[in-house]
């Protein structure tokens, strides 16, 4: 598969959409933020250029991982116990003197 190049200056067809100003775009695309000339120009872009679809697929991916990650408190008494672990460790090390 084609890799993305950001720099990149393609510009599709019929339009006036370089890859890098698709790559610009996207969260506003995805968001539907755009208006409907611009999401018909994008879209145009991306019937012509796989390097860009590929790249969107990407971000498209890594926003919904990102997305589900959870942070949970680490409980007051596993906190401790790291920390005991990690000053049991470093009293091994020599000291630099």
Request: net charge positive.
């Amino acid at each position: 598969m084609a890799e993305h190049q950001p720099g990149r200056r393609a510009r599709s067809r019929r339009t006036d959409m370089t890859c890098e100003r698709v790559t610009a775009l996207i969260r506003d695309y995805l968001a539907g933020e755009l208006s409907p000339e611009m999401t018909a120009t994008f879209e145009e872009h991306l019937r012509h250029c796989p390097d860009c679809v590929a790249f969107l697929k990407t971000y498209q991916k890594t926003t919904q991982a990102v997305e589900s990650l959870r942070y949970e408190d680490i409980p007051a008494e596993m906190q401790s116990r790291v920390r005991q672990f990690l000053r049991a460790k470093l009293r091994g090390f020599p000291r630099g003197d």
